[in-house]
């Protein structure tokens, strides 16, 4: 019966992928979306669709939020590729609240901002400033259809901006232009055994940033979504009485100019990470990170401490890029009970 109920889920999930492919990232808009936060996710090399057992389940896998019977509550923010962009941040929040015995709803908001820009005249005069912001508003829910299954899904609103320098009209210079959309997740994820107490198999696949085209303001201009395909598997283990050892692996394939399975498989990104959890108190985690097209791949690496309920993190992912820059992640959570 529950391979069954599993199998019918995933069919559906590949039913709602665009059969129209509009290979990669590079030509989509509002990429922000694609960003990993949690610094315990980022510090596994951003694999969790296979386990999704937080509130930033919201990011991941939004079927995660099926198994969350307590509140728990993620904030964190993001000091990231600062050589290049001085004053980048990121920051983002989530909470997974159960409203009913069976039903767990989570809004969630992710911001990113590049800082300010001037534009200059050969004299260093200051001609125009502009910011660079973009975020994301969404409600997710999530529902277990048995004790193995959830499926789980979201909508969220999108704002993206063009920088000042993106276009260009010969009486007036180069300007920027706002974009608006809205997008849908919807994800399927499975527990063998469903009791966590001992281990469990994680499978979970989720499709990401469903939906219309971003269109921008002024101008006659749209780009497609970062539309994607997630899958993940992760193993969580017991080791002795107060430890635990989690494994994850996750694939993020792009449904923005693919056509062809083998397109996006060769341009997937791809994440693997491991957790051990030492004494219920302190965590350390490794992760490996890999994006064949931006070339960007190394290893992710971070910590973590929990006191009774609360949830302290860090994750450095610098290796990853291919030029030398700080990328920091700090995280802030609240955990009543979930894991």
Request: aromatic share 10%; charged share 15%; net charge neutral.
């Amino acid at each position: 019966m529950v391979r069954s109920v599993f199998v019918v889920c995933i069919a559906a999930l590949f039913w709602f992928m665009p059969t129209t492919a509009v290979g990669s990232y590079l030509w989509s808009a509002a990429p922000f979306l694609l960003i990993h936060p949690g610094a315990r996710q980022v510090a596994m090399g951003g694999a969790a669709c296979g386990l999704a057992d937080d509130a930033l389940a919201t990011h991941y896998n939004p079927a995660g939020l099926a198994f969350q019977r307590c509140l728990d509550v993620r904030l964190g923010f993001a000091l990231s590729v600062r050589g290049l962009y001085p004053d980048r941040y990121e920051g983002y929040g989530s909470a997974a609240v159960p409203v009913t015995a069976r039903l767990t709803l989570a809004p969630a908001v992710t911001y990113v901002t590049a800082g300010e820009f001037h534009e200059v005249d050969p004299y260093g005069t200051t001609m125009r400033k502009w910011r660079a912001d973009d975020y994301a508003v969404g409600i997710y829910c999530g529902l277990p259809i048995c004790d193995a299954i959830g499926i789980g899904g979201g909508v969220k609103f999108v704002r993206t901006e063009l920088p000042g320098t993106c276009l260009f009209d010969p009486p007036h210079g180069y300007y920027g232009a706002e974009g608006k959309s809205v997008a849908f997740d919807i994800g399927v994820l499975a527990y063998y055994p469903p009791s966590s107490h001992a281990g469990r198999v994680g499978v979970g696949i989720a499709l990401q940033n469903l939906g219309p085209s971003t269109r921008y303001s002024g101008i006659d201009l749209s780009d497609p979504l970062a539309r994607s395909l997630r899958i993940g598997v992760s193993l969580t283990s017991s080791v002795g009485q107060r430890n635990r050892l989690c494994m994850a692996a996750d694939m993020l394939g792009p449904l923005v100019d693919v056509h062809s399975l083998g397109d996006m498989f060769r341009e997937s990104w791809r994440s693997a990470g491991i957790e051990f959890v030492i004494l219920e108190a302190l965590a350390l985690r490794f992760g490996l990170f890999n994006d064949p097209v931006l070339h960007q791949h190394g290893v992710t690496w971070g910590a973590g401490l929990h006191i009774k309920s609360l949830r302290l993190d860090v994750a450095n992912d610098s290796n990853r890029y291919e030029f030398k820059v700080d990328s920091w992640k700090f995280a802030l959570g609240l955990d009543k009970g979930n894991r």
